[in-house]
């Protein structure tokens, strides 16, 4: 079993920035997949970002170029820079955690993220 802590969620006006944090009790160093994944009202779960263990990312075009998602492998820590942010970026936002393809994955619970005036 993995716990995944995400943190940093909270209410940001349009054009703001905000830094989500997922903290992993196991190690996140090479693993198949981690990264950052959002539910707002009424709609399906989506990709935001995420990391593979080749090292590339894969982003939702909804975010190219205003988030980045990073990691620090000695703190088990994936982050989630989210810049100009605007209400259609509104969420639940889920950390997602896959240590091989053929292992069960983990979510943590959820942080909130409201971009209102």
């Known amino acids: 079993q993995v716990q995944l802590v995400e943190s940093g969620g909270g209410l940001v006006q349009p054009g703001g920035s905000l830094r989500l944090s997922c903290a992993a009790s196991?190690?996140?160093?090479?693993?198949?997949?981690v990264g950052w994944y959002r539910q707002a009202p009424g709609k399906q779960r989506e990709l935001v970002a995420v990391?593979?263990?080749?090292?590339?990312?894969n982003y939702a075009d909804s975010v190219k170029g205003r988030f980045t998602i990073s990691r620090d492998n000695a703190k088990n820590t994936v982050y989630l820079q989210m810049n100009s942010l605007n209400p259609e970026d509104t969420a639940v936002y889920y950390c997602n955690y896959r240590r091989a393809i053929f292992l069960p994955e983990y979510w943590g619970q959820g942080t909130q993220v409201t971009v209102s005036s």
């Open positions: 990391l593979s263990s080749d090292g590339s990312t």
């Open positions: 196991a190690s996140i160093f090479s693993i198949y997949r």
